[in-house]
């Protein structure tokens, strides 16, 4: 039996899910999970206290959840690591890395953005590489490295799976999925954009060719297999967890999909990049896929304002019981769920209530989240339709958030389409399509689809 492993890591959780095909499935089994949540500490290159990365705690999982692999008897042929976007490690000339990891969360590049755009407009930024703003795109961030001085002794950029990659094998790659996360990749060479890079004076060292899902980075390097006590390839899937969420959505026809968990991302496959005046009005952004193609799509606050209700009522309600206690106290109350107020609250409660004008109750802070978020995903269909110039019947809802059934059924009905729900596990299971198919398990990610379409639970609303 050839073993897969994907490690999927989350804003909030990471999971190692082994993956293996029998009889014509795709069969997968957890065998390791972890929290992740960032951290406020004082950094060498701000005054004040930053969100950052426990970047330590998430490789030493990392080896973990591959060591547990040895101990269940299933040691992987191939690896590979997806995690959420934007976020970066700089590297020493020692291949040490400088002060932290910044969470995209963290606040710093507030002062950044009118200084990068004063170098080069948005409109510029956008015609050149179709990705929506957002505070917390890398450009911002580099640049802020660059007045802080942090960036100077850096003689390599790796976004966090090429870092853990580099970990493991000893070997630097930047992956294509990724890097397009940045706001520097241009949409129509697929590499660095040379022009951003100078305008903004940085360092061209830390931008290499850019490398596409299904190649070997490398195997373990000896340092590795000493510590998980074996060898494996480290093949690079789709290393955005959204492009690798998507990779195992069933798509049919020109589907639109949702990537459900902490953020949702709403958007369509697109063989090419929208980087016209409408779409970028519409906050849609074409993020790198495979064989040239993009996913048009906009990022949504998703479940993370849930999750933090959770954690501030210290866990006395699991999600199922939210999700009742919605069901059960539905208010009209409207929020702009993509507020940023909502991004980094030190109260996500204080904030809905400050909003809203009253204080409500535990079910109709659940009812409110939930319900904004269905009228969100309308919009933002709408949105996507008149971009495209297309009209779509099929609504696909994909990875964690897909188990969630009322806010299914409130998306069903505020959007008018017919709704999709599944695989669950949709980012790992598309990190583990891509590793297959570069090893060539899986002829192509099409017959990938449609394995995967025939091994999991796919239903229909």
């Known amino acids: 039996m050839k073993y897969y492993l994907a490690v999927d890591i989350g804003a909030s959780s990471g999971r190692h899910i082994l993956g293996w095909i029998e009889n014509g499935k795709l069969l997968t089994e957890e065998i390791y999970r972890f929290s992740n949540l960032p951290k406020t500490k004082k950094t060498a290159f701000h005054d004040e206290e930053s969100l950052t990365w426990d970047v330590e705690s998430l490789y030493l999982n990392i080896l973990n959840g591959l060591k547990r692999a040895k101990e269940l008897g299933k040691i992987p042929y191939a690896v590979g690591i997806d995690t959420w976007g934007v976020d970066?490690?700089?590297?020493d000339e020692n291949d040490n890395l400088i002060d932290c990891v910044y969470c995209y969360r963290d606040d710093r590049t507030q002062k950044t953005v009118d200084k990068v755009h004063k170098i080069l407009s948005f409109e510029k930024l956008y015609s050149k590489t179709g990705i929506a703003f957002a505070n917390f795109n890398s450009i911002y961030q580099l640049y802020d490295d660059k007045l802080t001085g942090k960036i100077n002794g850096a003689k390599s950029m790796l976004n966090l799976p090429d870092y853990f990659h580099f970990l493991l094998t000893g070997v630097k790659?930047?992956?294509?999925?990724?890097?397009t996360t940045t706001g520097m990749v241009n949409s129509v060479t697929g590499e660095w954009d040379e022009e951003i890079i100078e305008k903004l004076n940085l360092p061209t060292h830390?931008?290499?060719?850019?490398?596409?899902?299904?190649?070997?980075?490398?195997?373990?390097?000896?340092k590795t297999q000493e510590i998980v006590g074996y060898n494996a390839k480290v093949i690079l899937p789709a290393t955005h967890d959204t492009a690798s969420a998507?990779?195992?959505a069933p798509l049919e026809d020109q589907t639109p999909y949702i990537s459900s968990g902490t953020w949702s991302l709403l958007g369509i496959e697109q063989g090419y990049a929208h980087t016209d005046l409408s779409a970028m009005k519409s906050?849609?952004?074409?993020?790198?896929?495979?064989?040239?193609?993009?996913?048009?799509?906009?990022?949504?606050?998703?479940?993370?304002?849930?999750?933090?209700?959770?954690?501030?009522?210290?866990?006395?309600?699991?999600?199922?019981?939210?999700?009742?206690?919605a069901e059960?106290?539905?208010?009209?109350?409207?929020?702009?769920?993509?507020?940023?107020?909502?991004?980094a609250?030190?109260?996500?409660?204080?904030?809905?209530?400050?909003?809203?004008?009253?204080?409500?109750?535990v079910g109709e802070l659940s009812y409110c989240v939930f319900d904004n978020l269905a009228e969100d995903y309308a919009r933002s269909l709408n949105a996507l339709e008149e971009v495209t110039g297309e009209k779509y019947h099929t609504l696909n809802i994909i990875g964690g958030g897909s188990k969630n059934q009322f806010l299914n059924q409130l998306t069903k009905q505020k959007t008018g389409k017919t709704v999709i729900t599944g695989p669950t596990e949709g980012t790992a299971i598309g990190n583990l399509l891509?590793?297959?198919?570069?090893?060539?398990?899986?002829?192509?990610?099409?017959?990938?689809?449609?394995?995967?379409?025939?091994?999991?639970?796919?239903?229909?609303?």
């Open 88 to 91: 970066y490690a700089l590297l």
């Open 173 to 179: 790659k930047q992956e294509y999925t990724m890097a």
């Open 206 to 222: 830390l931008f290499t060719k850019l490398t596409k899902p299904g190649e070997e980075v490398g195997e373990f390097s000896k």
């Open 246 to 248: 998507v990779l195992a």
């Open 283 to 325: 906050g849609y952004s074409n993020e790198g896929s495979i064989n040239g193609c993009f996913r048009l799509q906009k990022n949504i606050m998703g479940l993370w304002m849930i999750q933090c209700v959770k954690r501030e009522l210290n866990d006395e309600y699991d999600f199922a019981t939210l999700v009742k206690l």
């Open 328 to 343: 059960a106290n539905p208010i009209s109350d409207k929020i702009n769920v993509n507020d940023q107020r909502f991004l």
């Open 345 to 361: 609250p030190k109260s996500m409660i204080d904030e809905i209530n400050s909003v809203v004008g009253r204080k409500l109750s």
């Open 434 to 461: 891509m590793q297959m198919v570069g090893s060539g398990e899986i002829e192509s990610v099409k017959l990938g689809r449609t394995i995967i379409k025939n091994s999991f639970d796919i239903a229909k609303i």
